[in-house]
């Protein structure tokens, strides 16, 4: 059973979190509030998040300080940022976010529906690459199963293979839907080329498992 993401909205107001939870509810994820910069960056230490929504106006640390640290981080700096502010303050202001690591940086009062929508972009890619780690880390168990068997007793790899095959199609099926999705909507850049990179990993992984198939050429060389 796949675990539900973890969405992290960082407000210093009480009634800006709600808000945020009420127009997020939908997606049926586990939302985790943060109150200040540092305790966002607390919460980065233990947990995986899917996507971070991060205030940009708090006192003490603010929202671009909050993201320099988040992207220095090799454990969190993938994690996708969408800034959120009250003040427009142009292009500049603008083009700091970005600078700072934010796939989007939208204003409020922003749409509902708009910002649920790019959230569950994020959602769909974050969980799309938690399946990809499972389907390898069964590839690698069968590949150490393959070696087992070749010394010890023969534990018919056939019906593992099959089943590996047509988990791995489900989700070259879905990804390949959610990239279509993407095209056809002409969403952040930064979400198409995250799709992008999670069908390459796809393909990788077709390529290897195919490579184990019985009567298939050169399957040790595909697999190292």
Same mark, same amino acid.
């Given at each position: 059973?796949?675990?539900?993401?973890?969405?992290?909205?960082?407000?210093?107001?009480?009634?800006? +979190?709600?808000?945020? $939870?009420?127009?997020?509810?939908?997606?049926?994820?586990?939302?985790?509030?943060?109150? &200040?910069?540092? $305790?966002?960056?607390?919460? +980065? +230490?233990?947990?995986?998040?899917?996507?971070?929504?991060?205030?940009?106006?708090?006192? =003490?640390?603010?929202?671009?300080?909050?993201?320099?640290?988040?992207?220095?981080? $090799?454990?969190?700096?993938?994690?996708?940022?969408?800034?959120?502010?009250?003040?427009?303050? =142009?292009?500049?202001?603008?083009?700091?976010?970005?600078?700072?690591?934010?796939?989007?940086?939208?204003?409020?009062?922003?749409?509902?529906?708009?910002?649920?929508?790019?959230?569950?972009?994020?959602? !769909?890619?974050?969980?799309?690459?938690?399946?990809?780690?499972?389907?390898?880390?069964?590839?690698?168990?069968?590949?150490?199963?393959?070696?087992?068997?070749?010394?010890?007793?023969?534990?018919?790899?056939?019906?593992? *293979?099959? $089943?590996? &095959?047509?988990?791995?199609?489900?989700?070259?099926?879905?990804? !390949?839907?959610?990239?279509?999705? *993407?095209?056809?909507?002409?969403?952040?850049?930064?979400?198409?080329?995250?799709?992008?990179?999670?069908?390459?990993?796809?393909? =990788? +992984?077709?390529?290897?498992?195919?490579?184990?198939?019985? =009567? &298939?050429?050169?399957?040790?060389?595909?697999?190292?």
């Amino acid at each position: 059973m796949v675990q539900k993401a973890k969405i992290l909205l960082v407000d210093d107001r009480p009634e800006n +979190l709600l808000a945020l $939870e009420a127009i997020l509810s939908a997606l049926d994820q586990t939302l985790v509030r943060a109150s &200040s910069g540092e $305790e966002a960056l607390k919460a +980065l +230490l233990t947990d995986d998040f899917a996507v971070i929504l991060l205030d940009v106006q708090m006192p =003490g640390m603010d929202g671009f300080e909050t993201a320099a640290h988040i992207k220095r981080r $090799e454990r969190t700096r993938d994690i996708p940022i969408i800034f959120l502010t009250a003040i427009n303050h =142009g292009p500049h202001h603008t083009f700091r976010g970005y600078a700072a690591g934010a796939v989007d940086y939208i204003s409020k009062p922003f749409d509902p529906w708009v910002l649920r929508a790019k959230v569950s972009v994020f959602v !769909e890619l974050y969980m799309k690459n938690c399946q990809l780690r499972e389907q390898a880390a069964l590839l690698r168990l069968q590949l150490e199963g393959n070696d087992k068997a070749a010394v010890g007793e023969a534990k018919e790899p056939a019906g593992l *293979l099959a $089943e590996l &095959s047509a988990r791995l199609a489900a989700v070259e099926e879905q990804a !390949e839907a959610l990239s279509k999705q *993407l095209g056809d909507e002409s969403t952040d850049a930064a979400a198409v080329a995250t799709a992008a990179h999670l069908e390459r990993k796809l393909t =990788g +992984l077709r390529r290897a498992l195919d490579a184990l198939e019985p =009567g &298939s050429s050169g399957g040790q060389a595909a697999v190292n």
